[in-house]
């Protein structure tokens, strides 16, 4: 498969979606702290990669290629390592934050409920549904006991 290249709006968003980042600001910063600490790989449009020592720090969030006037704004981003770094192998290297998809699952949730059937009244019900949904629409779909935990917290607002 070939290696696959994101522009610097690619990647913000994608960090912004997948990383515990408030607005596009934090994205950006997060990029820029990456790309200092060499955790990212860049490269320029014409495909040489970019080394580490060669980032310049100007601000909290603004780096330039030494010498030029390229900022990294203006490269290509390695998506494999910016997954990496939003979907670690250890959830605990990002805070605990889950890796599921739990935005997805809570999707689906709402737009059953939305139905004229609405949920099931039995809790139960609804987790073996959440299970087999995940299994079908989740690259890594989450366990019995956090489906589990989900649903109860639903079911516990819900009888509020």
């Not at 913000?12 to 607005?23: D, I």
């Not at 390592?81 to 999707?107: H, T, Y």
């Not at 959440?130 to 516990?156: C, F, H, Q």
Request: charged content about 25%.
């Amino acid at each position: 498969m070939k290696e696959q290249w994101w522009n610097f709006g690619q990647a913000a968003n994608y960090v912004q979606a997948n990383y515990p980042c408030e607005s596009g600001v934090a994205a950006n910063r997060f990029l820029a702290d990456k790309i200092a600490d060499g955790s990212l790989v860049t490269r320029y449009e014409n495909g040489l990669i970019i080394q580490p020592e060669e980032w310049v720090r100007l601000g909290d969030i603004d780096l330039t290629v030494e010498g030029t006037h390229i900022s990294h704004g203006a490269v290509e981003y390695q998506r494999a390592s910016v997954e990496k770094l939003c979907n670690p192998s250890n959830p605990q290297a990002r805070g605990g934050r889950p890796s599921k998809d739990w935005p997805d699952f809570l999707i689906e949730v709402v737009a059953m409920a939305n139905t004229p059937d609405g949920l099931p009244d039995r809790q139960a019900d609804l987790e073996r549904t959440m299970l087999a949904w995940g299994e079908e629409n989740m690259s890594d779909p989450p366990k019995e006991t956090a489906v589990r935990d989900m649903v109860s917290r639903i079911y516990k607002r819900i009888k509020r």
